[in-house]
């Protein structure tokens, strides 16, 4: 099985740098951009099935890749982070202080007013994976998903010590794992370089 992973193209609360889970925000023309860089690289590699999450991001991200609607909705929507969604961080630290730093503290265990407990999240996104890889287990697949879940992604697959905020999935760029050789996964692809 291959599984070729994309972050979806900029938004303009990632370029505001603002908190936002859950919020069904659309890509900018910088994430257009992204998404048609990712389309060139993905002309390489033909994929039987091409998943997203239920948010417009990824789904708009994936259209202009495949180039087709014949993508796949999964629970592979990013963590919600409640109240804070649409803040920037020091807009979160001004309104919710004693919770900001709460959660700076313990961003695993500190669930932010509203928001989705880590988890619970980590629970849904690792169950997705796990379905995927005996349902596809001789296919090459596609998922266009956001940072946090192909973070945990990374973590279920490839190395469960790896610190979650160091695993990065850089915006127009594919990592593909691979387990066609062997029972264990390997990265064939690093954020668009081929790993030998």
Known sequence: MKIFLMRHGETDYNKARCFYGSADVSINERGKQQALQLQTIMANYPVSH???????????????IFDSGLTSILDLDEKGFGKWEGLTADEIEARYPKEWQAWLEAPFEVTPPDAEEFAHFQQRVWQVIDDLAVRHSKDSIAIVAHLGVLRLIYQRLIDTQAVFWDIDFPQGTVTCFDNRHSDEWHISILNGKEES
């Open 50 to 64: 091409i998943y997203t999450s239920s948010l417009k991001r990824t789904k708009e991200t994936a259209r202009v």
